[in-house]
């Protein structure tokens, strides 16, 4: 019977790749391809679907996190990509796998497994789209043209990141295609000159959406009270103060961390610190906790619909008006309110749903620590199989595991429960971008400098760079 790595090698050698290049990129080269690949999905993005139909949208708080567009080819956006990438890493963290990653050929096994599972999720998704009417209800002939086209354009979004990893590119497709998208969103409810109805009628009064032009417009006509709070979500001056104090926020909190010395066993005199950041383990519970609520909503809307909206849905699981927005059940309290005139009309929901996203971020932090090779244990044998050591401490992985859980649990928890807070309370006063999107923004904006500071001393220093990627 064939083994586990050998099916995957054989059902790798037929799937797409993409080549490694033939020699490093210059880093302008590598922004050359990187923005090709940015406008590419730019362009997906904005590629209506053929032949399709449906107007509303049941998954719109989740369009920020993967990167995805109603109605267009990028309905899944990278949607298959992380969960096929989640699902790889728990069953890696929880060694049910049973591959060192150490070993570049277990790496290589990993990779191709990812890209494998991968193209399932994709037919997956794609299917659960069409059957469970989140496109609308479609003919035979409709669902088999969109299962291709949502099929063919996913493959063509892994493709795309597999060749920003492989040295063609900067970083990883998905952080690009997910700032892309959450910057793409903040610019617009900033500087839009789009005019919008005041009213549900196309023919009422019409004001500027974005709050730049706004605020310019309400500032020649003398009436720049107009601009502080405005009806229908519009961007106005609370929310613009209120993102831009998330974001300064976001960045300052990034910074802080836990600092543990440890020096060198091989090269004596080398002393440097192991950090901790206060976010430890990034934003990953607020993304896990989004999906977990995307589920809930899925289902529940699977349900509602079947039951030909049955009034006992709308006081247990979920019920919907006319504009697809939930009204009562387990839905409405898991999903946040539409800025601060929702947030007023019931507190209630509010106080719910930062209970919700706040206790399972915390939650869920705690998880992912000890499945993701993040706990004190792990750490310690890291920094033991690199030699080094906690100056006082014996040099053991017992020492160094207690040392670690002075710091590690605690941070986890902490973190955990800030990110939760941030992402919950940005999305009740309805800040650019949402609070999740906001959060995500700054770590990959501040990931992007990283790996930018690393390419320009690769260019001028390769020794360099590489002594301090080390650190």
């Known amino acids: 019977m064939a ?11 037929i799937l797409p790749e993409v080549p490694k290049p033939k020699q490093k990129l210059n880093l302008s080269e590598k922004f050359i391809w990187t923005g090709l690949a940015l406008v590419l999905y730019m362009t997906m993005a904005i590629t209506p679907l053929y032949d399709y139909g449906n107007k509303t949208d049941q998954f719109a ?44 050929d277990d790496r290589a096994i990993f990779g191709s497994s990812t890209k494998i599972l991968t193209f399932v999720v994709i037919a997956v998704e794609a299917g659960a789209y069409i059957i469970g009417g989140a496109l609308g209800t479609l003919a035979s002939g409709q669902a088999i043209v969109i299962f291709f086209q949502l099929f063919l354009a996913s ?5 795309l990141d597999e060749m920003i990893q492989k040295g063609w590119g900067i970083g990883s497709g998905i952080s690009l295609f997910i700032l892309g998208g959450v910057a793409q969103t903040f610019m617009w409810y900033t500087f839009s000159p789009e005019l919008v109805s005041t009213t549900t009628t196309s023919s009422g009064p019409t004001v500027i959406f974005g709050f730049v032009p706004a605020f310019i417009s309400a500032a020649l006509s003398n009436s720049l009270s107009s601009i502080v709070l405005r009806p229908n979500q519009y961007p106005d001056l609370v929310t613009f103060v ?49 999906a977990l609520a995307a589920n809930v909503s899925f289902i529940a809307r699977l349900i509602w619909d079947r039951e030909s909206g049955a009034p006992w849905l709308k006081y247990i699981i979920a019920g919907y ?12 309290y898991l999903t946040a309110p539409q800025g601060l005139a929702q947030t007023a009309a019931d507190p209630v929901r509010a106080v719910i749903f930062v209970a919700f996203l706040t206790t399972f971020a915390v939650m869920f932090a705690r998880i992912w ?6 706990s004190s244990r792990a750490v310690a044998k890291n920094l033991m199989n690199a030699d080094v050591q906690v100056p006082g401490f014996r040099r053991s992985g017992l020492s160094l595991e207690q040392v670690l859980n002075r710091y590690i649990p605690p941070i986890t928890i902490i973190g955990g429960l800030i990110i939760g807070l941030v992402a919950s309370i940005s999305d009740l006063f309805g800040v650019f971008g949402t609070g999740i999107g906001l959060l995500l923004m700054v770590d990959i904006i501040l990931q992007y400098y990283q790996m930018l500071v690393k390419e320009q001393l690769e260019e001028f220093s390769p020794r360099l760079a590489g002594v301090l990627g080390q650190t």
Not at 70 to 87: F, N
Not at 155 to 159: G, S
């Open 3 to 13: 083994s586990f790595r050998d099916v995957v090698k054989s059902a790798a050698t």
């Open 61 to 104: 708080f989740l369009r920020i996190i993967f990167a995805s567009s109603q109605g267009t080819l990028m309905e899944l956006g990278i949607g298959p990509i992380v969960t096929a990438g989640l699902i790889l890493q728990l069953l890696q963290g929880s060694d049910l796998l049973k591959l060192d990653l150490g070993n570049p």
């Open 155 to 159: 493959v063509v979004v892994l493709l």
């Open 242 to 290: 209120l993102s831009v104090a998330v974001i300064l926020f976001i960045i300052y909190i990034e910074g802080m961390r836990v600092e543990v010395p440890i020096t060198s066993v091989k090269f004596k005199g080398f002393q440097g610190v192991y950090p901790i950041k206060l976010l430890y383990v990034s934003n990953i519970p607020v993304i896990l906790v989004s």
């Open 321 to 332: 008006d006319a504009n697809n927005n939930p009204t009562g059940g387990l839905v409405y």
């Open 369 to 374: 620590v000890e499945i993701g090779g993040l």
